[in-house]
């Protein structure tokens, strides 16, 4: 089975490329660092989204049943969903009853984990995702590698290619601004025929029933401005309890995820417009267990900002593709293994601990610990390979012991250099000293 | 004053003029230094693999060893982080695990908050500091780019008073070598690769020295750079300072 280990090194392999993707995902840490500078109180607003979501986590079921409650009062139709295939049956279900077979939506990184889109398209719906990065990758029929910019990994001529198989731009044509126009053309007919629009959901106003969704496009306004029906999907923790808390995050989000102040757009949905109707679908798909679980808790936190895979000096040289999920990155690495641990027991080990995740994290999820927990975790459970266990066990007995450490220590510098090694693939060994630290201290007689 | 000095296994096996080069700064400083021979490693290599029932009888030998000290000194961030943040939740009833915490020390806070000295000497060559991550995220010996705070580095202020050293500047001030413990080997491809990054910016910057708190990031880097024939060198800021202050 691959992992991400080799899935990385696929990527590595390209140098130009791994230069270029490192270096665009950087300039996007870079604005977000520089738009930060401008909020003297960061981190101050930092502890407080992260005591807000703490608060709201702790009493989670409440703020959940009061959201419905106000939802419906203001007109729109609350469904529950405990996984993604219920998720999935629903949205489907909404669709069927009114005949629709074509969906435009706006970017949703639950549906994407949902796997929506195979699945309304196996049941004959047409869904035209509308964010351009989005509909990039739905066009190549791949998923996003980054959950706020989901083509990044694609150059402008890759895209220039793709746009000229599928719409016709003129061979050749590489000029971004001209790109986007014909994807406007192209998605302008998508909107005007829709039946539906489907969106996420950044935020859900227990105290008003209403969500808010932030996009840099529009694209969420035109999809739930033009159909007749609009469902808005969205996972169980993007409660906040009042409009108050709402502008707390607000003020974290852009600048964490892309270094705007704000989104283009921030759109406030309550209930449906006259004449059309509104869904709502609550999901769970495994968060309540990560609830439930005090030391992972905090991740439940995270508002999708991706600032902790624009930091991520291995997302940055790895790629999102390689770790396998919807949700990459240092966050990912946390959440996918709640999923299936065995299936994503690589992605706690695909991060040096740095600790660039935690400090940039603008909900101060423990990001490197909790990683770090997962590995024991694993490893407590036998998802660890056997030949890692082996050498722990082997390294704990020697290291426990002075006088074996001391042997191994002596025979490792005399024959690590003769021996084949991972190391020395792309390193030189430092070359071994003829005595350790201990036998000069001792030899000049300094020691007690 | 006295203190004992935990010298990590990898530097007492492979790197002992790094813990010789504590030893003399630490005493050229008026520190009567101790080294207690039944240490051998704190269990990060297992903690960080996650096996940490392999790192448990390490660090309880670590809270016996050191128990009778008042300070314990540490030429490596990464170690004292193990030490001082980690060992609570290998051993979260031991009464012994915050005491240990509290006087354990990396060389460079040991100098700057407990002797508060800024060492005089001379070392005239352009030195780049890398600025290992959990000495700078686990042990704040430096503001950190991630965050809003007022800038300090514990490291940098310790060099201040070296005449002749200048400090180059890089574009990315505290990103990661890429060394992290067993993610060296298993994911190679990536760690070497950010390695080869950092490495490009101190070349940029003209560091003719890459200088550091922590010989096991120095080591990834210095592999690095010594399998491609580069004219960096890497050094250890104890061996800077002693060099320094000779």
């Given at each position: ?40 109180e ?29 939802a ?37 990184m ?46 402008k ?23 986007t ?5 192209h ?97 769970d ?17 995270c ?12 997302y ?23 999923i ?34 997962w ?5 407590s459970?036998g ?20 006088w ?22 792309q ?22 | 004053m ?12 492979i790197?002992p ?25 704190c ?11 392999d ?21 490596s ?36 908050d ?74 190679e ?52 300072l ?5």
């Amino acid at each position: 089975m691959t992992g991400h280990a080799e899935r990385a090194a696929e990527f590595v392999e390209n140098e130009a490329r791994l230069h270029w993707h490192d270096q665009a995902v950087w300039f996007v840490r870079n604005k977000r660092d520089i738009a930060r500078s401008f909020v003297p109180e960061w981190e101050e607003l930092r502890t407080l989204g992260s005591q807000i979501k703490a608060h709201t986590l702790s009493r989670l079921p409440a703020y959940l049943e009061q959201f419905e409650r106000n939802a419906r009062a203001a007109g729109a139709q609350v469904h529950w969903a405990r996984d993604a295939e219920e998720h999935n049956r629903i949205v489907h279900g909404i669709l069927e009853r009114r005949s629709v077979t074509r969906l435009v939506k706006s970017k949703s990184m639950l549906t994407e984990e949902c796997h929506l889109n195979e699945y309304l398209e196996k049941n004959g719906v047409e869904v035209v995702d509308t964010d351009l990065g989005e509909r990039i990758v739905q066009f190549r029929r791949e998923p996003p590698s980054h959950i706020v910019m989901p083509a990044i990994h694609l150059k402008k001529e890759e895209i220039g290619e793709l746009f000229h198989e599928k719409l016709g731009t003129p061979a050749g044509l590489a000029d971004p601004k001209a790109l986007t126009e014909a994807a406007r053309q192209h998605l302008r007919e998508k909107f005007l025929g829709a039946q539906a629009g489907l969106t996420g959901v950044n935020f859900a106003i227990a105290s008003t029933g209403g969500v808010v969704v932030c996009t840099n496009e529009g694209n969420a306004d035109l999809g739930t401005s033009l159909p007749p029906i609009h469902i808005a999907c969205m996972g169980v923790e993007k409660l906040v309890p009042s409009p108050r808390e709402l502008a707390v995050f607000l003020r974290l989000l852009a600048r964490s995820a892309t270094g705007q102040p704000i989104t283009t757009y921030t759109s406030h949905f309550h209930g449906p417009r006259s004449g059309a109707e509104m869904h709502v679908v609550i999901v769970d798909h495994g968060r309540s267990r990560i609830l439930a679980r005090e030391e992972y808790r905090n991740s439940l936190k995270c508002i999708r900002c991706a600032a902790c895979m624009n930091t991520c000096p291995v997302y940055r040289r790895s790629g999102g593709h390689s770790y396998g999920v919807t949700v990459p990155g240092p966050i990912g690495s946390i959440l996918a293994p709640h999923i299936d641990a065995k299936k994503h027991a690589g992605l706690p080990f695909a991060s040096s601990l740095c600790g660039s995740c935690t400090d940039v994290c603008p909900v101060r999820i423990d990001l490197h610990h909790q990683l770090l927990t997962w590995r024991g975790e694993l490893a407590s459970r036998g998802l660890v390979p056997l030949g890692k266990r082996v050498v722990s066990r082997v390294g704990g007995w020697v290291l426990a012991r002075t006088w074996a450490y001391r042997l191994f220590g002596k025979l490792a510098r005399l024959f690590a250099p003769l021996l084949p090694n991972p190391w020395t693939r792309q390193r030189e060994l430092p070359p071994m000293p003829r005595e350790s630290f201990r036998a000069q201290w001792r030899k000049r007689g300094r020691a007690r | 004053m006295d203190a004992a000095l935990f010298v990590p296994c990898y530097v007492d096996q492979i790197y002992p003029s790094v813990g010789l080069a504590t030893a003399d700064l630490l005493e050229r400083l008026g520190v009567t230094v101790h080294f207690p021979e039944a240490q051998t490693c704190c269990g990060q290599p297992m903690a960080n693999s996650g096996f940490f029932d392999d790192a448990r009888p390490l660090a309880e030998k670590m809270l016996e060893v050191f128990a009778p000290y008042e300070h314990v000194v540490c030429p490596s961030g990464s170690c004292t982080s193990m030490v001082r943040n980690h060992y609570g939740m290998l051993l979260p009833r031991d009464p012994r695990v915050a005491a240990l915490g509290a006087k354990t020390r990396e060389l460079c806070e040991f100098l700057h908050d407990v002797l508060q000295v800024k060492p005089r000497g001379r070392f005239p060559h352009k030195v780049g500091l890398h600025q290992s991550c959990h000495g700078l995220r686990e042990l704040r010996l430096g503001s950190g780019s991630e965050r809003l705070v007022p800038a300090f580095s514990k490291t940098q202020a310790l060099l201040e008073n070296i005449e002749g050293l200048q400090l180059t500047e890089l574009s990315r001030n505290d990103e990661c070598c890429g060394f992290g413990g067993t993610f060296a080997v298993s994911e190679e491809a990536v760690s070497c690769a950010m390695g080869r990054d950092r490495i490009a910016d101190h070349e940029r910057a003209g560091s003719e020295i890459i200088a550091g708190a922590d010989v096991s990031c120095l080591m990834h880097l210095d592999g690095l750079l010594r399998r491609e024939k580069k004219p960096i060198r890497v050094l250890h800021v104890a061996e800077l300072l002693e060099e320094a202050t000779r």
